[in-house]
């Protein structure tokens, strides 16, 4: 309990109950070699996943009132999605929070994005429950939603099948096809894998919660790959 109050102090929490903090570090594999430990983090993630699409929403909405809905929507999807928390997850250290089993602890690239995704809206959940939806609001302004204007300035909220679908016509004269890989994991908490092609070579992979966000990586990773 005592590095569970230090971890998060780093992030600038204080807990009532700290249970919920070390719930929400808790993956479900480290149950599998701990089996006293406490329940793993999943309903947490899905709790902090509402607040988090609500606080986000509220701070755009309030920050952009003449943007359209579409504009929104997408500043939204770059905010949130699993690239965007990973890296702010990694920029808070929850990599070295994490309870994991010991193979899990060896995943890396994409398997541990997801992994530090869910984590993170697992410590907004825990949050909310702790101390209310303002609490909660202030770390995910803190933490997330104050990465917008870099997120402008890069135009990471672009739309990256759209972006490529255009370079692979422009370029090779291709349309894109996106092809799913593999499905894993159980029903609340699919792992999609997808890869794109053009004609019938693969040019690149992703993968995601769902099929549509494994198809947006799939076709960032093409557009990384080919610096287009």
Known sequence: MQEASAY??????????????????????????H??????????????DAVLELAATHF????????????LTAYRAALVNTVSLAYTAKELGVNDMLLLSK??????????????????EAII??????????AANTFITTNI???????????????????????????KSVTPNYKTLSEEGPDHDRIFTVGVYLHHDEFARGTGKSKQEAEQSAA???LDKTGW
């Open 8 to 33: 998060a102090a780093q992030l600038g929490l204080t807990f009532k109950n700290l249970d919920l903090f070390v719930e929400a570090l808790t993956h479900r594999s480290y149950l599998n070699e």
């Open 35 to 48: 089996k006293a430990a406490g329940p793993h983090n999943e309903r947490l993630e899905f709790l902090g």
């Open 60 to 71: 755009l909405f309030t920050k952009f009132p003449s943007k359209p809905e579409g504009d």
């Open 103 to 120: 193979g899990e602890a060896k995943d890396t690239g994409r398997a541990r994005d997801i992994i530090l995704a869910n984590a993170l």
């Open 125 to 134: 959940g825990a949050i909310y429950l702790d101390q209310g939806y303002d």
């Open 145 to 171: 939603c104050k990465k917008i204007d870099s997120i402008l300035e890069q135009r990471a909220y672009q739309d990256s099948k759209s972006r490529f679908q255009e370079a692979a016509q422009e370029k």
């Open 220 to 222: 960032q990773a093409a």
